[in-house]
């Protein structure tokens, strides 16, 4: 009983470990979406602070509605993006666990 307790201890910082690794390299990677056929780009880190916005001269000339559009779908697959490789991330911390198959992460 014992050791499955040291073992349980040993997991969790072991698991401890890499989530601050994986929350150091969400901080430090950087995604790249757009819109309008590349007429707006946004990059984003994987904590979703954006980092730059790029906006092509030709669309300061638009209606201002389809410059908010344009913004709002670059955000959102900048978003997306990062959703998925996060997902992708987590999967591939997790596969070495023996977690129950409909076991639901926090997050």
């Not at 092509?56 to 697959?77: G, H, R, Y």
């Not at 070495?96 to 926090?106: A, Q």
Request: aromatic content about 4%.
């Amino acid at each position: 009983m014992e050791n499955m307790f040291g073992d349980l201890m040993n997991q969790a910082k072991k698991i401890q470990e890499e989530m601050e690794k994986a929350q150091k390299a969400l901080k430090d990677a950087e995604y790249h979406g757009e819109s309008g056929a590349g007429l707006v780009k946004i990059i984003m880190n994987g904590t979703y602070d954006i980092k730059k916005v790029s906006i092509d001269d030709s669309l300061l000339k638009e209606d201002k509605s389809l410059l908010e559009d344009l913004i709002a779908a670059a955000v959102n697959d900048t978003v997306r993006k990062i959703e998925e490789a996060n997902k992708n991330r987590l999967s591939g911390m997790v596969s070495g666990m023996d977690l129950p198959k409909d076991f639901k992460m926090p997050f």
